[in-house]
């Protein structure tokens, strides 16, 4: 009885947004960032509101909801109306990771959820402290085959793009190390600076100051090409490893069941604000490329991430313990 | 000497009319809002952050920063007056400012941090223009092994600033480790004390905890004894220090900055120990220990020039580095992300208008603060002459709205009720709660840095003594706790031969 | 004999009773080695730390003459936390408009000095419109201004 009241009511809602397509946006959008002001989710969403909004017509209003790595401000999403007034800006590890990482997670992307597009995206790459006596990524694994188990990998933490990114490395090199978490990717980085942990995959925005200083080595690019910016650094496809393509990225989502048209309207608003030559200037600057996809690619794409990382989180028995 | 041009361009940058005026208008919103109960610097930071997007990059983070020294001033005020911290390091203010606000020296209270938050904020000032980058390579000294040494300090500073049963106060940071430890384990991931609850799975909020135990606690018992509370209140003496006050506060405020200065560079929370660290040592030092907790003027001048000392240096870290030493310095760098500098080593070089403009403007907004300050110091204390029966309906409704605005969820709220209740039946025992409060704080990073030490040194316990900095931070940790002890086991002595007589 | 009331033995039984809640909850989780700790290490050392440390007070209450507890004020506490909840609890569906002054309102009686007068009750409209107007207008603290039970 009680279900098929939901189901009616989730009907009558479907109905009714449906009926008012033609008005959106009539009203506020909440735009949920699932982390705290100040991290790349939140620079995303309000870098691509502001430019949203002069052509938008409504305000679109960011509301930072933090906690569990995204998990608090996405069950949030996941229970909002579809309408098209609650959307969501997140990264990688929301809804890419945490669903192949916790059984008990209150959200699904892929049946809660669908995507808009993924906006923007920045290679991981690989770093190691400046005093390690290695030159290139060949010495580097050989360095790791003659010792393992030895060296330490920082990363931002349990589950973190960066910490699945070290798992990938050693199953595809058939290399081991000590994996390091830190809280966050400050902390890991000032380590690998200071000399105190060995290696680790950052993104390249957030390192290619300290490698342009000599303050930590590159020594490879998780991309598909090398990055203009830094042209010695090989991709892990050139040195022959293959399945490291791996990238940081921010994508807008929305609650499933949103109304044709009024997706149409959001994600022709967010590419055209994500086309504008300012916004495309700051996203350069911090190491982002503006990836702006269609809402079906996007969806491809994260239903591929969770499954990439389900199997990296499997082989290398990552699960939380407990 | 090229650091004089250098300091050229940043006085030009920071005297400029439009940076001025936004230095201004920054000190001046976030001393309003941070004064406001419930909202401690970080909140008054990121509510306010929205309002700097529109300016330039160095108009924008000094403005920001202009916000934080404000908001930190402004959270010593309501320390002081109605003992409610909205951050780590003003519940040590809280300790003896509020006594001092209780025997009617809350003027005298509010000038003695403004002041020494002055002297503090111009020496540390001086500091980062001329050793920035030679201070950030202490930063990077740091690893593991050094931190947990650092943290072990702090706990055993936390355990001289209880002032009544040691037993207790054992007692109690023990509690506030514990409670620290609910959340995410940041080593294995898994999630402790959550009760499958995902709010709770990045730990309770500091300023959850403070509002309760401090506010609704100090709230609920101030409630059976109305009475009492007004008519001390009433009796206000000594706006302003005197000469003799100013000649004493010299030396608490001079050690409190050299302790702020060093221990704010290190981004691994050691801002956040200065203030104790401070009142450990004045405590330490005077020759009237029995004095703090009661209104010791040393007791508020000492960790107030610490504080603001920290507060300053710990731009170092992120301006040389990048790196984030508090949640606060975490938003600066993401305001400068949102003007598109991204924020690392290269920033002086890359950017000397804004890194030279924002030291120099660091200094006149110190000097601001304390222009804007010194004249309210009346008005404040008037305030706290409100019949009681009026003032804490509204302590807790901007309470109920600083926990609400920490992560824009009702759930913070819940468990403030829940510290409420505990934090007043913790006062009828006489269980201090400013112990809880450090152990809570330390907790999560004692057990992050002792592990990740253990993981990285393989397990290897001599690897604390072999690292000479780690070393030394452990000797004076087993001083501190020898020096509180050895009263405590003569005073028993002394007592098991009196039995016998 | 007067043990049994005093703080001494009181704070002991809640320290103690922390304590060994903290052991039994953290049973759940890998307690690991001292080389090399799991998520139950910590906890249960502190626990069991502060177990030890509430048996001592716990002791110490019963042997030792000591103060007596006070008497808790039941009425304050009702009035005050329960203000809290029920803002937690009515935001959603009255706004801070209506739930502000409502929780005001019932933590106000909680003082033995209440009473209900024309100036006082102006002062809270006026303290309502200065939350609405600094945290939803001014900051834009994502509070609702009317809840949902006004169409807000």
Redesign the interface.
Same mark, same amino acid.
């Given at each position: 009885m009680f279900m098929r009241f939901v189901a009616a009511a989730s009907c009558a809602a479907v109905l009714g947004s449906a009926a008012l397509a033609q008005d959106y946006p009539s009203d506020n959008v909440t735009v949920i960032v699932p982390f705290a002001p100040g991290g790349a989710s939140d620079t995303t969403a309000r870098t691509v509101t502001q430019a949203m909004q002069a052509d938008f017509g409504q305000p679109l209003v960011v509301e930072n909801k933090p906690g569990a790595n995204g998990a608090v401000g996405a069950a949030e999403l996941a229970r909002a109306k579809p309408d098209g007034y609650t959307i969501m800006v997140a990264s990688i590890g929301t809804y890419g990771i945490n669903p192949a990482l916790r059984a008990d997670l209150p959200y699904d992307p892929r049946e809660d959820m669908e995507m808009l597009t993924v906006a923007v995206r920045t290679p991981n790459v690989l770093v190691t402290r400046p005093t390690l006596e290695v030159k290139s990524a060949e010495e580097l694994i050989a360095m790791l085959k003659e010792q393992p188990d030895t060296m330490l990998f920082a990363s931002s933490g349990v589950g973190s793009s960066d910490h699945l990114t070290a798992e990938l490395f050693w199953q595809q090199t058939g290399t081991s190390g000590i994996h390091v978490p830190y809280s966050g990717g400050g902390p890991a980085q000032t380590d690998i600076i200071g000399g105190h942990a060995d290696v680790s995959f950052q993104n390249l925005g957030a390192v290619a100051g300290f490698v342009r200083e000599g303050q930590m080595k590159m020594l490879a690019i998780a991309a598909a090409e090398r990055s203009p910016d830094f042209p010695d650094v090989p991709t892990f496809k050139e040195l022959g490893i293959e399945g490291m393509e791996v990238y940081s990225w921010q994508a807008f989502g929305a609650p499933k069941g949103l109304d044709p048209a009024v997706k149409e309207t959001l994600v022709g608003a967010i590419h055209g604000a994500l086309e504008k030559p300012e916004v495309q200037e700051t996203f350069k600057n911090l190491g982002f490329e503006v990836l702006a996809n269609t809402p079906a690619e996007a969806d491809a794409f994260v239903a591929d991430e969770i499954a990439r990382w389900s199997e990296v989180v499997k082989a290398g028995n990552i699960t939380p313990e407990e | 000497m090229e650091i004089l041009g250098d300091l050229w361009l940043g006085v030009q940058t920071a005297f400029s009319f439009w940076n001025l005026t936004y230095c201004l208008l920054g000190v001046f919103l976030g001393t309003a809002i941070g004064v406001l109960p419930g909202l401690g610097p970080t909140a008054t930071v990121a509510m306010l952050l929205p309002v700097t997007f529109g300016l330039s990059p160095e108009t924008a983070i000094i403005m920001l920063a202009g916000i934080f020294y404000g908001a930190q001033y402004g959270g010593s005020t309501t320390a002081i007056l109605v003992n409610l911290p909205g951050e780590s390091s003003s519940v040590v203010t809280a300790i003896d400012g509020y006594q001092m606000a209780r025997q009617g020296q809350a003027g005298k209270a509010l000038a003695t941090a403004a002041i020494g938050s002055f002297i503090a904020g111009s020496i540390a000032t001086v500091l980062i223009a001329f050793f920035a980058p030679l201070l950030s390579s202490v930063a990077l000294a740091f690893g593991p092994h050094e931190y947990f040494a650092l943290m072990v300090l702090g706990l055993a500073a936390s355990v001289v600033l209880a002032s009544g049963s040691l037993l207790h106060a054992v007692g109690m940071i023990l509690f506030g480790l514990i409670l620290g430890l609910i959340g995410t384990d940041v080593q294995t991931g898994a999630m402790r004390f959550t009760f499958g609850s995902f709010e709770l799975a990045d730990g309770i909020s500091f300023v959850v905890v403070a509002m309760g135990v401090f506010g609704l606690g100090e709230i609920l018992s101030n409630l059976e004894n109305e009475a009492d509370r007004t008519t001390v209140l009433t009796k206000v003496t000594g706006l302003m220090p005197t000469r003799a006050d100013l000649r004493a506060m010299l030396a608490p405020v001079g050690r409190g900055t050299a302790l702020g200065s060093v221990l704010g560079i290190l981004p691994g929370g050691g801002a956040m120990l200065s203030s104790f660290a401070s009142y450990a040592l004045e405590k330490k030092v005077s020759k009237t220990p029995q004095q703090f907790g009661k209104g010791a003027l040393a007791g508020v001048a000492g960790p107030e020039a610490a504080n603001n000392a920290g507060a300053q240096t710990s731009f170092i870290p992120m301006l040389t580095l990048g790196i984030p030493s508090n949640p606060v310095m975490a938003l600066m760098i993401g305001a400068l992300i949102m003007q598109g500098i991204q924020p690392g080593p290269s920033v002086i070089q890359d950017q000397p208008v804004l890194f030279w403009g924002l030291i120099v403007s660091m200094w006149v907004g110190n000097l601001m603060l304390l222009v804007l300050n010194l004249p309210l110091i009346g008005i404040w204390v008037k305030m706290i002459s409100i019949p009681y029966g009026y003032l804490f309906p509204c302590i807790v409704a901007f309470c109920l709205i600083g926990v609400f605005s920490l992560a824009n969820s009702t759930f913070d709220i819940w468990l403030m009720g829940l510290f409420g209740v505990a934090g007043y039946i913790l006062r009828k025992l006489d269980c201090e709660p400013a112990p809880l409060l450090l152990g809570f704080v330390l907790g999560p990073m004692l057990e992050e840095h002792l592990r990740r030490a253990m993981l990285v040194s393989r397990g290897d316990v001599t690897s604390f003594f072999t690292s000479p900095i780690s070393a030394v931070l452990l000797l004076v940790a087993a001083l501190l706790i020898a020096s509180v002890l050895a009263p405590a086991i003569r005073a028993k002595r002394e007592e098991a031969f009196q039995d016998e007589d | 004999m007067q043990g049994h009331r005093t703080?001494d033995f009181?704070?002991g039984a809640?320290?103690l009773a922390?304590?060994l809640a903290?052991v039994i /909850?953290?049973r &759940?989780?890998?307690l690991g080695?001292?080389?090399?700790?799991?998520?139950g290490y910590?906890?249960t050392v502190?626990?069991g730390?502060?177990a030890v440390?509430?048996a +001592?007070?716990l002791l110490?209450g019963l042997l030792r003459p000591g103060?007596l +507890?006070?008497r808790?004020?039941l009425k304050?506490?009702i009035l +005050?936390?329960g203000?809290?909840?029920f803002?937690? /609890?009515a935001? &959603?569906a009255l706004g801070?408009a209506v739930a /502000?002054p409502a929780?005001?309102?019932i933590?106000?009686t909680?003082?033995?000095?209440?009473r209900l007068a024309p100036v006082?009750l102006l002062?809270?409209v006026g303290?309502t419109i200065f939350?609405v107007l600094v945290?939803v207008r001014g900051? &834009? +603290?994502? /509070?609702p201004m009317f809840g949902t039970l006004f169409g807000g």
């Amino acid at each position: 009885m009680f279900m098929r009241f939901v189901a009616a009511a989730s009907c009558a809602a479907v109905l009714g947004s449906a009926a008012l397509a033609q008005d959106y946006p009539s009203d506020n959008v909440t735009v949920i960032v699932p982390f705290a002001p100040g991290g790349a989710s939140d620079t995303t969403a309000r870098t691509v509101t502001q430019a949203m909004q002069a052509d938008f017509g409504q305000p679109l209003v960011v509301e930072n909801k933090p906690g569990a790595n995204g998990a608090v401000g996405a069950a949030e999403l996941a229970r909002a109306k579809p309408d098209g007034y609650t959307i969501m800006v997140a990264s990688i590890g929301t809804y890419g990771i945490n669903p192949a990482l916790r059984a008990d997670l209150p959200y699904d992307p892929r049946e809660d959820m669908e995507m808009l597009t993924v906006a923007v995206r920045t290679p991981n790459v690989l770093v190691t402290r400046p005093t390690l006596e290695v030159k290139s990524a060949e010495e580097l694994i050989a360095m790791l085959k003659e010792q393992p188990d030895t060296m330490l990998f920082a990363s931002s933490g349990v589950g973190s793009s960066d910490h699945l990114t070290a798992e990938l490395f050693w199953q595809q090199t058939g290399t081991s190390g000590i994996h390091v978490p830190y809280s966050g990717g400050g902390p890991a980085q000032t380590d690998i600076i200071g000399g105190h942990a060995d290696v680790s995959f950052q993104n390249l925005g957030a390192v290619a100051g300290f490698v342009r200083e000599g303050q930590m080595k590159m020594l490879a690019i998780a991309a598909a090409e090398r990055s203009p910016d830094f042209p010695d650094v090989p991709t892990f496809k050139e040195l022959g490893i293959e399945g490291m393509e791996v990238y940081s990225w921010q994508a807008f989502g929305a609650p499933k069941g949103l109304d044709p048209a009024v997706k149409e309207t959001l994600v022709g608003a967010i590419h055209g604000a994500l086309e504008k030559p300012e916004v495309q200037e700051t996203f350069k600057n911090l190491g982002f490329e503006v990836l702006a996809n269609t809402p079906a690619e996007a969806d491809a794409f994260v239903a591929d991430e969770i499954a990439r990382w389900s199997e990296v989180v499997k082989a290398g028995n990552i699960t939380p313990e407990e | 000497m090229e650091i004089l041009g250098d300091l050229w361009l940043g006085v030009q940058t920071a005297f400029s009319f439009w940076n001025l005026t936004y230095c201004l208008l920054g000190v001046f919103l976030g001393t309003a809002i941070g004064v406001l109960p419930g909202l401690g610097p970080t909140a008054t930071v990121a509510m306010l952050l929205p309002v700097t997007f529109g300016l330039s990059p160095e108009t924008a983070i000094i403005m920001l920063a202009g916000i934080f020294y404000g908001a930190q001033y402004g959270g010593s005020t309501t320390a002081i007056l109605v003992n409610l911290p909205g951050e780590s390091s003003s519940v040590v203010t809280a300790i003896d400012g509020y006594q001092m606000a209780r025997q009617g020296q809350a003027g005298k209270a509010l000038a003695t941090a403004a002041i020494g938050s002055f002297i503090a904020g111009s020496i540390a000032t001086v500091l980062i223009a001329f050793f920035a980058p030679l201070l950030s390579s202490v930063a990077l000294a740091f690893g593991p092994h050094e931190y947990f040494a650092l943290m072990v300090l702090g706990l055993a500073a936390s355990v001289v600033l209880a002032s009544g049963s040691l037993l207790h106060a054992v007692g109690m940071i023990l509690f506030g480790l514990i409670l620290g430890l609910i959340g995410t384990d940041v080593q294995t991931g898994a999630m402790r004390f959550t009760f499958g609850s995902f709010e709770l799975a990045d730990g309770i909020s500091f300023v959850v905890v403070a509002m309760g135990v401090f506010g609704l606690g100090e709230i609920l018992s101030n409630l059976e004894n109305e009475a009492d509370r007004t008519t001390v209140l009433t009796k206000v003496t000594g706006l302003m220090p005197t000469r003799a006050d100013l000649r004493a506060m010299l030396a608490p405020v001079g050690r409190g900055t050299a302790l702020g200065s060093v221990l704010g560079i290190l981004p691994g929370g050691g801002a956040m120990l200065s203030s104790f660290a401070s009142y450990a040592l004045e405590k330490k030092v005077s020759k009237t220990p029995q004095q703090f907790g009661k209104g010791a003027l040393a007791g508020v001048a000492g960790p107030e020039a610490a504080n603001n000392a920290g507060a300053q240096t710990s731009f170092i870290p992120m301006l040389t580095l990048g790196i984030p030493s508090n949640p606060v310095m975490a938003l600066m760098i993401g305001a400068l992300i949102m003007q598109g500098i991204q924020p690392g080593p290269s920033v002086i070089q890359d950017q000397p208008v804004l890194f030279w403009g924002l030291i120099v403007s660091m200094w006149v907004g110190n000097l601001m603060l304390l222009v804007l300050n010194l004249p309210l110091i009346g008005i404040w204390v008037k305030m706290i002459s409100i019949p009681y029966g009026y003032l804490f309906p509204c302590i807790v409704a901007f309470c109920l709205i600083g926990v609400f605005s920490l992560a824009n969820s009702t759930f913070d709220i819940w468990l403030m009720g829940l510290f409420g209740v505990a934090g007043y039946i913790l006062r009828k025992l006489d269980c201090e709660p400013a112990p809880l409060l450090l152990g809570f704080v330390l907790g999560p990073m004692l057990e992050e840095h002792l592990r990740r030490a253990m993981l990285v040194s393989r397990g290897d316990v001599t690897s604390f003594f072999t690292s000479p900095i780690s070393a030394v931070l452990l000797l004076v940790a087993a001083l501190l706790i020898a020096s509180v002890l050895a009263p405590a086991i003569r005073a028993k002595r002394e007592e098991a031969f009196q039995d016998e007589d | 004999m007067q043990g049994h009331r005093t703080k001494d033995f009181w704070a002991g039984a809640i320290y103690l009773a922390l304590g060994l809640a903290t052991v039994i /909850l953290a049973r &759940d989780l890998t307690l690991g080695s001292a080389a090399r700790m799991g998520p139950g290490y910590f906890p249960t050392v502190l626990g069991g730390l502060l177990a030890v440390i509430g048996a +001592v007070s716990l002791l110490r209450g019963l042997l030792r003459p000591g103060e007596l +507890v006070g008497r808790i004020h039941l009425k304050p506490m009702i009035l +005050v936390i329960g203000a809290t909840l029920f803002f937690a /609890l009515a935001l &959603d569906a009255l706004g801070l408009a209506v739930a /502000l002054p409502a929780a005001m309102f019932i933590a106000a009686t909680a003082s033995k000095r209440f009473r209900l007068a024309p100036v006082p009750l102006l002062g809270l409209v006026g303290f309502t419109i200065f939350c609405v107007l600094v945290f939803v207008r001014g900051l &834009d +603290v994502p /509070l609702p201004m009317f809840g949902t039970l006004f169409g807000g």
